[in-house]
């Protein structure tokens, strides 16, 4: 624990602290509805998310299981804090595969299970709250009068458990808290809802036919968790295979090697500079890094040529924004991103390639990527001259603005050199 940043640390302590206040309120104003569960079936449901728990599916660090179903049943069959008590346990006692080798409680750091006990314990205390004030009772054999409740909880105990998620994406992610509120939101949401119905299925059956109902309910609850896992393979695939594009343009440009994460961080700060919101700035940043996907379409004679190129081949060249837009344009999700591969090199003034589109006939994001691209070419070298400094490019910047550059990004990109100077960066 000493390794993390200490934002870090404050958030864990905090959700810590807040989860033992909360659970002493708690325990305080609810223990007197508490009722003993027989022992055999205490260990049964820990079992049962124990085994969900270690079949858990992960995307961008963050597991998602079918345990919320028994988290659903134990919630109506047995009440708030056996709940906390049948999740926290389970969860303890799952192991699963990462990198070939299995993780548990024991070769994890306690921090982490402790923050992920927390984590599963606010939103059933909090959930409990809200499925009182909208009249959920005790569960007496009957579901007709708590379903609306029962949603109610699964709703609130979605919010507050993708909150706490998110706050640790956006800190070590360093994004704002919405963004990374809106990015985990499908997956938390599909995690959640699709599991209420089988918790809500899971309670009824035991209630009526004891072990051999939960056996009914896990079939399903299997065949959901594997169709999960198929969607979160198609989001590692689709990742996957934007960075082997990336890398496989710039395996092709020698001399561009590291120039599409420079322009994605230039067009971010630029950007920023212009208060994008952070979900723009991810897809500007997603185009800077395919941009010239296109290049792959171009002859390496051309590409790596060591000097200037002749009139044709620089109208060769000239096909790669054309070449990467029909790369692009039938792969789902992409389409935000395909006007900027296809008019990063369009001009302000209509005088760039290859559809001589004014200001007016574009979107901003364009002329983000087409000046950042334009300043990291200046300041690399290239085989028939060095880089530029700084200040000649800035001249270059200003003597262009109005023609080759939109006078509003060329504007935002100062605002962001003298920002850095401020701080010592440049």
């Not at 909208?134 to 007496?140: D, Q, R, V």
């Not at 591969?341 to 559809?355: L, M, Q, S, T, W």
């Given at each position: 624990m000493k390794k993390l940043p200490l934002n870090f640390k404050i958030y864990l302590f905090t959700i810590y602290l807040l989860t033992f206040m909360s659970f002493l309120v708690f325990f305080k104003t609810e223990s007197s509805n508490y009722f003993p569960v027989r022992f055999d079936i205490l260990i049964f449901f820990i079992f049962l998310t124990a085994l969900t728990e270690s079949i858990t599916v992960t995307y961008r660090n963050i597991s998602f299981s079918t345990s919320f179903a028994i988290t659903v049943a134990s919630f109506i069959?047995?009440?708030?804090?056996?709940?906390i008590i049948i999740l926290v346990f389970g969860f303890i006692c799952r192991a699963f595969k990462v990198d070939s080798k299995y993780k548990h409680v024991f070769n994890t750091p306690f921090y982490g299970t402790l923050f992920n006990c927390c984590g599963f314990t606010l939103?059933?205390?909090y959930g409990n709250y809200f499925y009182k004030l909208?009249?959920?009772?005790?569960?007496?054999g009957r579901l007709d009068s708590n379903l609306l409740p029962i949603i109610v909880f699964g709703i609130v105990f979605y919010i507050i458990n993708t909150?706490?998620?998110?706050?640790?994406?956006?800190?070590?992610?360093k994004k704002g808290i919405i963004y990374s509120f809106l990015i985990n939101f499908?997956?938390?949401?599909?995690?959640?809802?699709?599991?209420?119905?089988?918790g809500i299925l899971l309670a009824y059956l035991f209630n009526l036919y004891s072990y051999v109902g939960v056996l009914l309910v896990l079939v399903p609850i299997v065949l959901a968790r594997y169709t999960f896992s198929l969607y979160i393979q198609t989001k590692s695939q689709y990742v996957e295979t934007l960075d082997a594009l990336m890398l496989a343009i710039e395996?092709?440009?020698v001399y561009t090697q590291g120039h599409s994460k420079r322009v994605a961080e230039?067009?971010?700060?630029?950007a920023k500079e212009l208060k994008y919101s952070e979900w723009k700035i991810e897809q500007l940043n997603m185009a800077s890094l395919l941009h010239d996907v296109g290049k792959i379409g171009i002859d390496d004679h051309i590409l790596n040529k060591p000097g200037k190129l002749t009139d044709d081949e620089f109208n060769v060249i000239k096909k790669h924004p054309l070449i990467g837009y029909n790369i692009l344009k039938d792969i789902k999700n992409l389409e935000n991103i395909l006007p900027i591969?296809?008019?990063?090199?369009?001009?302000?003034?209509?005088?760039?390639?290859?559809?001589g589109k004014r200001d007016d006939e574009l979107i901003l994001s364009v002329f983000i990527v087409q000046l950042a691209d334009s300043i990291d070419a200046m300041a690399t070298n290239r085989p028939y001259r060095k880089a530029l400094s700084q200040d000649v490019i800035i001249e270059e910047l200003k003597k262009h603005s109005g023609s080759q550059f939109h006078p509003k990004v060329v504007e935002a990109y100062f605002r962001v050199l003298e920002k850095q100077k401020k701080q010592g960066e440049v």
């Open positions: 069959l047995f009440g708030t804090l056996n709940a939103p059933i205390i909208t009249g959920g009772t005790t569960y007496k909150f706490i998620i998110s706050m640790v994406y956006s800190i070590t992610n499908k997956l938390v949401l599909l995690n959640t809802f699709a599991m209420t119905p089988f395996a092709r440009d230039i067009s971010g700060s630029i591969v296809r008019h990063h090199h369009e001009r302000y003034d209509g005088k760039g390639y290859p559809d």
